[in-house]
């Protein structure tokens, strides 16, 4: 990874622990088995870029570019996605560990998050409308002034969102998730 760019590339296996990598791009390379828990990855750019079976827990991504970016099987533990820079930030997830990362402010509609541990991951003032949360645990996330538009959580669960404080017109949720939207009431349904 020491060339500055990288184009259609496949790192596999690569051990990176509490290192920094900085100003470097890739386009359209594939991560796989890889380690970079720990490190500073602050302004790089990843278009079109996938990262498979990969640890980047509390990795550091102040101003780096996200785009078009797939993670698979991946352990995201802590990342702060919303230092990110928000110039054509895409990204999804399938089969992820996102637990305490945070997504606040970002611009990120239609984004698919797909059998995920969401656990106490904020959104605070992001748009994620038409955005899809496919069997994910949300498990104390936070969503407040959130857009949530056409937002598709039928098979999700564990969330609590408060309807008046998060624009939801048209948003999907399932008859077991009725008391995650009703919870400030403290009411009990059966």
Sequence with gaps: MEDLIHIQKTFEKVVFINKKVSN????????????FSN?????????????INCNLSMTSLG???????HFSNCKLLGIQFNLCADFMFAVSFNDCILDYASFSNKKMPK??????????????????SNSVFDNCNLDNA??????LKEVNFL??????IDPEFNPM?????????????????DIKIQ
């Design 24 to 35: 470097r791009e890739f386009e359209d390379c594939v991560f796989k088995n890889c380690d």
């Design 39 to 51: 490190s500073d990855f602050s302004n790089n750019t990843f278009m079109d870029c996938e990262f």
């Design 63 to 69: 101003e780096t570019s996200l785009k078009t970016v």
């Design 111 to 128: 984004s698919i998050f797909r059998c995920c541990s969401m656990k106490e991951v904020s959104f605070i003032g992001s748009n994620l």
């Design 142 to 147: 936070v969503f407040n002034d959130t857009q």
């Design 155 to 160: 098979t999700a669960y564990n969330y609590k």
């Design 169 to 185: 017109r048209k948003a999907k949720f399932s008859m077991q998730g009725i008391p995650g939207l009703l919870d400030k009431y």
